[in-house]
């Protein structure tokens, strides 16, 4: 599982990629973190005082569910004033999502506003990739 930034002339793009998809779920969750704290490492110090959180979706195929998962990580994001770097999935399916969410509290250098659907979600020879548009 690894994530990167991509060039955008407006918006923030990041691209993950990963064996399952559940690699790329978690992927583009750090890539967003990273550029949300911006530091690609979590400190050990933060995840000593994370807390969890259940997020619970439901959607139309893997590119449905992603957007809808990052814009809840991104919600919960501005509201607890959290940075998430870790999560456990109960459920991955191609039309649900139920996993546990870990953040901790963290200065914001930069903000999303939301994941778009200018987005792509594919199957490729080493699994699968994801690249979503993001306004900032």
Do not use: C
Request: zero cysteines; glycine letters at 6%.
């Amino acid at each position: 599982m690894k994530f990167e930034f991509l060039e955008h002339p407006s918006d923030l793009l990041i691209k993950a990629a990963g064996k399952t998809e559940k690699e790329v779920f978690k992927g583009m969750m750090q890539g967003v973190a990273a550029y949300l704290s911006g530091e690609v490492e979590t400190k050990p110090e933060a995840l000593a005082e994370e807390q969890s959180y259940i997020i619970e979706i439901e959607g139309d195929g893997y590119l449905n569910l992603l957007i809808k998962f990052l814009n809840e990580i991104l919600y919960l994001t501005e509201t607890e004033r959290k940075i998430f770097t870790k999560v456990d999935f109960e459920e991955l399916a191609e039309i649900s999502l139920k996993a546990k969410v870990y953040g901790y509290k963290s200065e914001f250098v930069e903000q999303i506003k939301g994941a778009t659907y200018r987005s792509s979600f594919e199957k490729t020879p080493k699994g699968f990739e994801a690249r979503v548009v993001f306004d900032i």
